[in-house]
Structures are given as structure tokens and as C-alpha cells.
């Protein structure tokens, strides 16, 4: 099976240069042959927005704004099943709460979620998943999903995966967390539900922050932030343990943002990229390819090869190692 995962930069409130700045990315990777391209939380907006009425005019239709319209397209040019985030508009919203009225001007509050879609080479719709832990930041504008975690049948048919159905879980960044940060960190909502559900794949889209700043930051951009990467693996500790193994696809961001930052006293935030490909389970985790923390570019991994890396879960204190 052959992934590919896309980690850029984009910029807030640039849609349409952050979908050219994707476009050359993916032009220069010269694929060929995937099964499976997954692009970042939010990918093609940005994703530090302050409220709702910073983000508001960047909302797009359910399934039909124009970051489906380009999954779509590059589904059909690729042969391949994309997977992106973007900021939904519930488009069924026939009423409105309102959020304001005054004497000169009366403002509405629309239902949006942060969502991510998965359509095959034919265009078709083969999963929609709406974030189901918010954090601090998509707390000011989008609402949780209804229904909660998403696991379902994807059919990988278009080059080396024929008509081979796999079960896959749907993930979007703070969904790795425990929930407000505050349920219990043995909980694993996310991982317990993927692992109840018998998912053979997690395709996780993410805008993950660095947990250090810009002044202090010691990797260089080309090397992964590993301390991300163990955090991590250890919220996926329940399907690293169990007796069977699953496929991991982290589509992350890189670059920075201006704004508030809701971990650090500086203004503005820097994201962890660290994007990767690999299989855990049976208290091993493989690694077939990472990407830097800074770097943009496209990892495509080919799984029938061997892996990178190989790391192995120390049960007491779930940090891993060669």
C-alpha cells in the first residue's frame, strides 16, 4: 500500500494561494502509483482563527466548498483517495440562533464544525468526520460533532490495494487528547474507540502546535520533533498494545501563524509538522517515513517495503525507544 501525506505551511486567510502553494508542493513530489493522500486539519484556510467572525467568511459548504472541489480533482489526477480538513458550514442550517441584536444590527451564530472529507477517484463521498475534541482554539467557533467517533469500511481500489476493504478511523489533532484536557489520561477515548471499533487504519488530520517556542526550538526544521512524535504514539497506547496492527497516517502542519497562542505567553504559534507513515500494534511501532518539523514537502511511503524505524513501548512509562 502506498501513502502519501502533504505537510505545508499554509497561511491564514489565503485560500486561494494556500491551494496553489499545494498544488506546486504536489507537482514537485511527482507521485505515482498512491493509494492514499492525506492533507493537514483546516488545510487549505489556516487554522489560528480568533472567533467565529474571524473565520466566518472562510466557512465552507458541507461536502461542497472548494476544499472538496480540489479533493475531488486531485482524487481524479492522482487515481487516489484524498482525505483534507476544512472549516464546514452545515449547509442543512434552515435556522439561525442569533448571537447579537442591536439597535442597528442583528448577527447570527451558523452551525460550523471542523471536519474532514474523503472522496475516491470518481469523486465519490466516502467518509465526512467532524471533530469530536475541540481545543481552546476551534472552541470559539466550532461546535463538537453530533454523532462522536467515526470508523467505516473505505474501499482502497485505484493501484495497489485492489478491492481490499479496510476499516478506517477518522481523526482530527485535540481528538488524540483527552477530552478539555480534562478526563482522565488513561481514558484514550480516541484510541479505545478506534481499537473497539476494529480499525485497520487511523488517517489523522492535524494542525499540532510545538510545545516549544521559536527562541528556544533546538531541532532544525528538517529533523521531526520527536517529543511530539512520542506523545503521540503514547495517547495511541491502547492499539500499540493490542494483539493486532493498524496503519497510522499523521498529516500534520508546519510553519507559523500570527495570533494568540493558547500554550505560551508569546503572540503567534509555530505547528510541529513531524508528519508520518507507519504501523503500530503488539508493542511495536513502525515507522516507513517522517517528515521534518519545518519541512514542506509530500511523504510517500511504499508499506510493502521495509520499514525506517522500528520502536518498541516500554510499558511503565510509555516512552519509546530502538
Known amino acids: 500500500m502506498r501513502i502519501a501525506c502533504l505537510q505545508f505551511a499554509p497561511e491564514l486567510g489565503k485560500t486561494a494561494n494556500n491551494i496553489i502553494r499545494a498544488d506546486r508542493i504536489l507537482e514537485a513530489a511527482t507521485l505515482s502509483q498512491i493509494d492514499l493522500l492525506v492533507l493537514p486539519e483546516l488545510a487549505f484556510t489556516g487554522y489560528n482563527y480568533p472567533s467565529l ?37 452545515y449547509a442543512a442550517t434552515s435556522s439561525l440562533e442569533p448571537i447579537s441584536n442591536t439597535s442597528s444590527s442583528l448577527t447570527y451564530q451558523p452551525t460550523a464544525y471542523n471536519s474532514t472529507i474523503t472522496v475516491s477517484p470518481a469523486g465519490k463521498i466516502l467518509a465526512h468526520y467532524r471533530k469530536t475534541h475541540l481545543y481552546y482554539t476551534d472552541e470559539t467557533w466550532a461546535q463538537e460533532s453530533p454523532s462522536g467517533w467515526l470508523t467505516t469500511g473505505v474501499v482502497f481500489e485505484p493501484n495497489t490495494k485492489p478491492d481490499e476493504e479496510l476499516q478506517a478511523a477518522f481523526g482530527i489533532c ?51 520533533d520527536l517529543q511530539t512524535l512520542s506523545y503521540w504514539i503514547e495517547r495511541l497506547r491502547p492499539l500499540v498494545e493490542q494483539d493486532k496492527e493498524v496503519i497510522i497516517v499523521c498529516a500534520n502542519r508546519c510553519g507559523e501563524e500570527p ?54 513501548m516500554r510499558a511503565a512509562n510509555g516512552d519509546v525507544h530502538d
Open 174 to 224: 485535540m481528538d488524540l487528547n483527552s477530552y478539555k484536557f480534562q478526563a482522565e489520561w488513561n481514558a484514550y477515548e480516541f484510541a479505545n474507540a478506534a481499537k473497539k471499533a476494529g480499525a485497520e487504519i487511523l488517517v489523522l488530520s492535524m494542525a499540532w502546535l510545538s510545545t516549544h517556542s521559536t527562541e528556544v526550538l533546538e531541532v532544525p526544521p528538517g529533523q521531526p
Open 259 to 312: 495570533g494568540n497562542n493558547p500554550i505560551g505567553q508569546e503572540e503567534g504559534v509555530e505547528y510541529a509538522g513531524s508528519s508520518w507513515v507507519g504501523r503500530i500494534g503488539r508493542g511495536q511501532i513502525n515507522i516507513w517515513g517522517i517528515l521534518g518539523r519545518g519541512e514542506e514537502g509530500v511523504l510517500g511511503v511504499d508499506m510493502g517495503e521495509e520499514p525506517m524505524f522500528v520502536l518498541k
Open 53 to 89: 467572525s474571524a473565520i466566518l467568511p472562510y466557512l465552507e459548504p458541507t461536502a461542497s466548498g472548494c476544499s472538496t472541489v480540489w479533493a475531488k480533482a486531485t482524487a481524479a489526477h492522482f487515481n487516489c483517495i484524498v482525505t483534507i480538513g476544512y472549516p464546514e458550514l
